[in-house]
C-alpha cells in the first residue's frame, strides 16, 4: 500500500514524499480514506501509530476547497495538553507549507488578545485545549457553529485530566452535522458512551491492542523504603550505573514530586530538567526542546505534560513513582523501545504500591521482574535536596497576593491544562530526611542482597514464546549492578 492509493490531494501527496514516508501506517491505510469520504471515525490507537497524520493529511485535502470566515474556524481539533497541540500544529506546518492555510493554537499560557487577533483574520484549523478554547467561546470571541470538523484526540487522557464536561459542552456548540473523528488509546466505559452521544455510524478502526507493552522493553522494579529521600537515593544510583544510558524519563505522579526531584537531581549533579503543568510554556517549550536535542539527556515529568509526546528513542524510562492507573504504566514506558529500539523501564517500588503494581501486572498480562542487586539504603543524609517547604507555600501566597484563588477556568487557563486528579491529591508526606551518598561507592554495599531478590536470569520478562526461541537474552543495555549475581544471606 502506498500514500497514493488513498485518496489524498497531489499537494499532501508531494509533502508526504517529501518527509520520506513512503508506506502510511495501518491507523493512516484504514482512516484516511472514511476521512475524505466525510464518515466519522474512532480510532482507537495510541500515539507512536502515526494516528496525528491520519487525521492532518486528510484535513489538509479536504482544506483545500473553500474559505475560512472571521471568529468562526473551519475545523477543531480538541488535545489535551499544549505540548501536544503543538506537536499537531508542527504537523500541519509540516505537511501543509504548500497550502495558504490560518493554523491557530489557542493554549494557556499565551495572551488572550494575540489568540484574539489570530481569531479575527479567520482561521482553517483551530487547535486547542479545552479550557482555553471555552474561555474564548464565553467571552464571544469565538464562534463554533462553523466547524464541519471536529477532532477529539487522546480521549481517555481527556478522561483522566476531568475534561469530559468541557468536550461534552464543545460538541453541543458546534454543528450536528459536523464530521467528528475521535481517537483515544483506550475503551474505558465513560469513553464508549460519549462515542455513542457524539459520533455518528462511525467507522471503528483499531490498529493494536490497547494497554500492550513493547516486547523490546525490558520491565524491572526495584523494591524501596516509602520515604521520597529513600527512592531519591536507589534512583541516583539507578542512573550513575545504568548501562547504555542515552537518555531518560523520569515519572512522578505529582507536579510538586517532579520539582522536589529535579532540584534534588540536579543538585547532586545530573543534568536534567523539569515538565510538569504548573509550569509556564516558556519553560515547558525550552525543557522539552533541549531533551529532544539531547543537549539535558534527563527529564522528571509527570504524566499530563508527557502523555503523547514524540521524542525518538529514548532509552530508559523511570518510574520514580509508581502510577495509580495501569494505563499510565502502559502510556510511560511506551516512551521507550520505540519503532523496534530496545529499552528498559525500570519502576521504584515502595509497600505502598503493592496495589498498583498487581493491577499493572495484570493489564500488561506477565509479571515485572525485580531487579537483582542490594537496594538498602543509608540514612545518614543531609536535608539539602528536598525543597524548602517553605519557600513553597511562599510561592503559593503570592498567586493569592495576586488576587486571591481565581476561579476553576482562569486557573486552568493559565495553565493550560488540569492535572490529572491523582497529581492534585495533596500529598502526606513527610519532611525529609537528610540524605548523603552511600558510604561504600556506587550501587555497591557490603551487605548481601537480599534473599528475596531473584536473579536477572530467572526474572527475564515473559515474552512471547516465538521471541525467546529465536533472540538470545541481551542484557547489554542493562545496569551492571543489575548483573551481579546475588549473594544469598548467610
Ligand atoms: P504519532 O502517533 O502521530 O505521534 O506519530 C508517531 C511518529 O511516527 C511521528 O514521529 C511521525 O512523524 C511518524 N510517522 C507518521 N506517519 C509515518 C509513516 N507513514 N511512516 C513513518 N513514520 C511515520
Known amino acids: 500500500m502506498s500514500f497514493s492509493n488513498l485518496g489524498l490531494s497531489d499537494k499532501v501527496l508531494a509533502a508526504v514524499a517529501a518527509t520520506g514516508y513512503t508506506t502510511p501506517t495501518p491507523i493512516q491505510e484504514q482512516a484516511i480514506p472514511h476521512v475524505l469520504a466525510r464518515r466519522d471515525v474512532l480510532g482507537i490507537a495510541q500515539t507512536g501509530t502515526g494516528k496525528t497524520a491520519a487525521f492532518v493529511l486528510p484535513m489538509l485535502t479536504l482544506l483545500e476547497k473553500g474559505r475560512a470566515r472571521a471568529r468562526m474556524p473551519r475545523t477543531l481539533i480538541l488535545e489535551p495538553t499544549r505540548e501536544l497541540a503543538a506537536q499537531v500544529k508542527e504537523q500541519f506546518d509540516k505537511y501543509g507549507a504548500g497550502q495558504k492555510l490560518n493554523v491557530a ?12 487577533s489570530k481569531l479575527m483574520r479567520g482561521v ?8 482555553r478554547l471555552l474561555d474564548h467561546t464565553e467571552r464571544g470571541g469565538l464562534l463554533l457553529t462553523g466547524v464541519e470538523l471536529l477532532v477529539i484526540d487522546e480521549a481517555d487522557r481527556m478522561l483522566d485530566m476531568g475534561f469530559i464536561p468541557d468536550i461534552e459542552r464543545i460538541c453541543k456548540l458546534v454543528p450536528f452535522t459536523r464530521q467528528t473523528l475521535f481517537f483515544t488509546a483506550t475503551m474505558p466505559p465513560e469513553i464508549s458512551r460519549i462515542t455513542e452521544a457524539f459520533l455518528h455510524n462511525p467507522a471503528r478502526i483499531e490498529v493494536s491492542k490497547p494497554a500492550t507493552t513493547a516486547v523490546t522493553v525490558t520491565q524491572l522494579q526495584v523494591p524501596a523504603g516509602r520515604e521520597a529521600h529513600d527512592k531519591r537515593e536507589i534512583l541516583r544510583r539507578l542512573l550513575r550505573d545504568a548501562k547504555d544510558l542515552n537518555n531518560a524519563i523520569i515519572f512522578c505522579n505529582r507536579k510538586r514530586e517532579v520539582a ?4 534534588s537531581l540536579q543538585k547532586h549533579g545530573f543534568s536534567v530538567g523539569a515538565l510538569h503543568g504548573d509550569m509556564d510554556q516558556s519553560a515547558r517549550t525550552a525543557a522539552l526542546d533541549q531533551f529532544r536535542k ?29 502510577p495509580h492507573h495501569p494505563d499510565d504504566y502502559v502510556h510511560r514506558i511506551g516512551r521507550t523501545g520505540r519503532a523496534g529500539r530496545t529499552g528498559t523501564a525500570i519502576s521504584i517500588v515502595t509497600s505502598l504500591d503493592s496495589k498498583s503494581m498487581t493491577a499493572i501486572e495484570k493489564l500488561i498480562g506477565q509479571p515485572i521482574p525485580r531487579a537483582e542487586g542490594d537496594f538498602t539504603v543509608h540514612n545518614e543524609a543531609s536535608d539539602e535536596d528536598a525543597a524548602p517547604r517553605r519557600s513553597r507555600s511562599r510561592e503559593g501566597s503570592r498567586d493569592g497576593a495576586r488576587g486571591g484563588r481565581k476561579p476553576r477556568r482562569e486557573r486552568e487557563a493559565r495553565h493550560g491544562e488540569r492535572e490529572p486528579r491523582h497529581d492534585q491529591e495533596p500529598r502526606q ?13 556506587r550501587g555497591s554495599s557490603p551487605q548481601a542482597a537480599p534473599s528475596h531478590v531473584p536473579s536477572i536470569g530467572r526474572a527475564e520478562p515473559r515474552r512471547p514464546q516465538r521471541e525467546v526461541d529465536h533472540e538470545p537474552a541481551d542484557h547489554s543495555h542493562l545496569p551492571a549492578f543489575l548483573l551481579r549475581p546475588v549473594r544469598a544471606r548467610a
Do not use: Y
Open 294 to 322: 539531547g543537549e539535558i539527556p534527563l527529564l522528571v515529568a509527570s504524566d499530563v505534560a508527557a502523555r503523547g509526546l514524540d521524542i525518538p528513542a529514548v532509552s530508559h524510562v523511570f518510574n520514580f513513582d509508581v
Open 429 to 441: 508526606e513527610r519532611a525529609a530526611k537528610p540524605e548523603r551518598e552511600p558510604r561504600h561507592g
Open 260 to 263: 522536589v526531584l529535579h532540584k
Open 105 to 116: 493554537l489557542l493554549i494557556g499560557g499565551v495572551s488572550f488578545g494575540d489568540q484574539d
Open 124 to 131: 482553517d484549523v483551530l487547535i486547542a485545549t479545552p479550557g
